[in-house]
């Protein structure tokens, strides 16, 4: 199946804890994004990457930090996680050359802090 | 002023009328448009994109698309108890980034 893929579906975690999420995008698309929902269900970008590139970086804590390996994957590492970063994850991804620009996400990391 | 603003809803309409969701956006030079569906607990979903003023149809959703006025709209015919879900307006903004609106909560009446 050609899709945006992430693991885990589900992250409970103690406060001060370190935790990774973990995506995967097999469209042969460019960019790849992480974007927080909160519990208003407001989605808010966080970070993208063309081709391996930080190209957005909002006003993130510095407790998060992605890594793109390569163009198919993005990862989104937190330290020190705390009560607030209580919240679904999406990982999205999409071809910028190509003038379509629709963009797809993955299924989401649902993460609680305890 | 947000850059894309929908009524947070929920909108109520009953099975087989026509519901009508709307947004505005504020990046003038913005170029593609789209509208998203979210069940609860799921991703959103691409539904529709429009790039051009006018119409533009897929099924029993239109989009419908006003640069002068810097306004998109999903019309979605013959409601469907299963088109209950979160409605996301998006817009690629000046800056390449697709911003989302807050999204408007659609609730069809069996």
């Known amino acids: 199946d050609t899709a945006v893929s992430q693991t885990p579906k589900y992250l409970v975690t103690q406060m001060g804890n370190d935790k990774s999420i973990k995506c995967e995008q097999n469209?042969?698309?460019?960019?790849m994004y992480w974007y927080k929902q909160d519990s208003k269900k407001f989605l808010k970008i966080m970070f993208s990457?063309?081709?391996?590139?930080?190209?957005i970086n909002e006003t993130v804590p510095n407790r998060f930090s992605p890594k793109s390996p390569d163009k198919a994957h993005l990862n989104l590492h937190i330290n020190s996680l705390e009560l607030g970063d209580s919240a679904v994850y999406f990982c999205?991804?999409?071809?910028?050359?190509?003038?379509?620009?629709?963009?797809?996400f993955g299924p989401g990391t649902r993460l609680t802090v305890l | 002023q947000k850059e894309v603003e929908q009524n947070s809803g929920p909108l109520s309409v009953p099975e087989g009328a026509i519901a009508s969701l709307n947004c505005t956006y504020s990046d003038r030079v913005s170029q593609s448009f789209f509208w998203y569906r979210q069940y609860s607990g799921k991703s959103p979903e691409l539904i529709m994109s429009i790039y051009s003023n006018g119409d533009k149809e897929d099924g029993r959703f239109t989009a419908q698309l006003n640069k002068a006025s810097q306004y998109v709209s999903l019309l979605i015919r013959d409601s469907q108890p299963s088109d209950s879900a979160t409605y996301l307006c998006a817009v690629l903004n000046r800056d390449d980034k697709i911003i989302f609106g807050k999204g408007t909560r659609l609730h069809i009446l069996p």
């Open positions: 469209l042969g698309h460019d960019t």
């Open positions: 990457y063309n081709n391996k590139e930080l190209i």
């Open positions: 999205a991804s999409r071809a910028t050359a190509t003038g379509v620009n629709e963009q797809f």
